[in-house]
């Protein structure tokens, strides 16, 4: 009789460890009841296979659909700010970026390094931001695998469903930052630590660890997942007598894990220590009364939002802005300038 792997399965509260071990033990799984004898025909078979293919044509109609909808548009509006931040980081040398990394903008550093390789290949607002859209696309897979690995074929095809139309993800995989990325990579480190608490091994390990890492240095929200991760199973906890050694063995590997990715992002902290909150500083610091004045008009600007969205308009100011940093942009590039500067905004890009 095979058993469960018990080198990871944490020291859970029972009937935490009861939930979580449906969703992480292979074993574990809802079968139907068995059909009598005479009621098998030879058409199983060719049944099972018919509804593999439809499955399988449903997904890779769904990403079809998923790529159609965050390439339409795609280079109808013009570039804001941030993107031509974005642009104009990829296009530095190599002592510029490092320096403008440590000194001014480390977050989004993984993107920027995937980008300017980009920019090799195409230079208009449509190939640039199709980076992001591959990003984008990619994350349908992922999903996909995380899904049926926590439940079945049918909640991950739902889970794609979901996320191929889902008006955020399409928003901003239509821009030149990072937040595609980010959520490809988060998604993969969650789907790893699935995998690995489910099947140790060594690749699945060294998935998640280098898909954290990645993740972080893609966005620095991506602490926040990690931080969340050991959360979960360090205090979530409990000893049980049975698996007491293995689940201090595995606690101890995850334990391992998280030391390696927080040195490998330790430039990071050291960076978000060194800056404090100087790149966020413009965000207004939230309190009880702004919540009160917020909550009233949170619905009326997700309408606008969405409205926005299907239509694609935008305002005069942002459009001029946008086109004055892009042509800006050019025209310093152009010209051998290592920067310029946006009179519209105010500000270098």
């Known amino acids: ?42 058409d199983s078979p060719k049944q099972a296979n018919a509804h593999r293919a439809v499955h399988w044509i ?23 700010s941030d993107e031509c931040f974005s642009v104009e980081i990829a296009w530095l040398d190599w002592r510029n970026f490092l320096h403008v990394m440590w000194w001014r903008e480390a977050n989004m550093s993984l993107y920027y390094v995937l980008l300017s390789a980009w920019l090799h290949f195409g230079h208009n607002e449509f190939f640039i931001r199709s ?3 591959l990003m984008a696309v990619a994350t349908l897979p992922a999903i996909y695998w995380v899904a049926r690995m926590l439940y079945d074929r049918r909640v991950a095809l739902i889970t794609c469903v979901l996320f191929a139309f ?40 060294i998935g998640y660890i280098l898909a954290s890492i990645l993740a972080v240095y893609a966005h620095f929200y991506a ?10 199973f360090r205090w979530l906890g409990s ?53 009160w004045s917020s909550s ?5 600007a997700i309408t606008e ?3 926005e969205f299907i239509r694609l308009p935008v305002s005069p100011p942002l459009r001029h802005c946008g086109s004055n940093c892009w042509h800006a942009i050019r025209v310093g590039r152009l010209g051998g300038a290592s920067s310029c500067y946006c009179g519209s905004c105010s500000q270098f890009c």
């Open 58 to 80: 449903t997904l890779l109609l769904l990403l079809a659909f998923g790529i159609a909808l965050r390439l339409a548009n795609l280079s109808r509006k013009p570039f804001w």
């Open 131 to 133: 980076l992001s859209v």
């Open 166 to 205: 889902n008006a955020y993800s399409v928003r901003y995989a239509q821009e030149a930052r990072s937040y595609s990325l980010f959520l490809l990579l988060a998604t993969l480190s969650s789907g790893f630590l699935i995998a690995w608490v489910r099947q140790p091994s060594r690749r699945t390990q």
């Open 296 to 300: 009233s008009t949170w619905q009326a």
């Open 1 to 42: 009789m095979h058993r469960p792997p018990a080198a990871l399965p944490c020291k859970l509260a029972p009937d935490l460890h009861r939930t979580i071990r449906k969703f992480t033990d292979p074993t574990h799984k809802m079968l139907p009841p068995a059909a009598p004898v005479n009621e098998r025909t030879s």
């Open 239 to 291: 000893p049980g007598s049975r698996t007491r050694e293995a689940n201090r063995d595995g606690y101890a590997q995850l334990h391992r894990a998280w030391i390696t990715i927080g040195l490998a992002v330790l430039p990071l902290l050291v960076f978000v220590a060194k800056t404090g909150a100087g790149p966020i500083r413009w965000v207004p610091r939230p309190g009880l009364t702004m919540s």
């Open 223 to 232: 602490l926040l997942l990690v931080a969340a991760q050991w959360v979960v």
């Open 305 to 307: 939002r969405s409205q």
